[in-house]
């Protein structure tokens, strides 16, 4: 392992500002909305599903980085508030979320554009850090040889 140097520590400093600074931003924009961050995440998630049907609690709690018990109270108060619809599976019991009524679509489809936006502005900087990183460290052909089989 390589000796971290102080332009390391900067780079690190620079990306975790940036990632706080973008997550910062994004709440405040479902706040205005008139969504807590949570329930932006949770709507995001829901619409963002790849398949024919809607998430289940298992998948929406791997995309929150949530435990399931927490992810079950989220949805129960989403549904509470008309932000989601959801429905058993008579097979397996598992809960799938399966949609979003017309208000939550409205709130997520207000955020979309300006999160977009945003992500357009943030890739320079990242894409300057990774640069600059990739300057910085001298690779090794037989660590990296090692790592990958």
Do not use: C
């Amino acid at each position: 392992m390589r000796q971290l140097t102080r332009e390391d520590y900067e780079n690190l400093l620079a990306f975790r500002a940036s990632l706080r600074r973008f997550q910062h931003w994004s709440q405040t924009q479902a706040r205005k909305v008139g969504l807590t961050p949570a329930q932006h995440q949770l709507l995001l998630a829901v619409k963002g599903h790849r398949g024919g049907q809607g998430p289940t609690i298992g998948d929406l709690a791997g995309y929150l980085l949530l435990r399931h018990h927490s992810t079950v109270e989220l949805v129960d108060r989403a549904e509470a508030s008309g932000l989601v619809g959801r429905w058993g599976d008579d097979h397996d019991g598992r809960i799938t979320v399966s949609g979003l009524p017309p208000t939550a679509s409205r709130g997520l489809t207000k955020l979309a554009p300006a999160h977009l936006d945003e992500l357009q502005n943030l890739a320079p900087v990242l894409d300057q850090l990774v640069a600059r990183w990739k300057n910085s460290v001298t690779v090794d052909p037989a660590a990296s040889t090692a790592r990958s089989g």
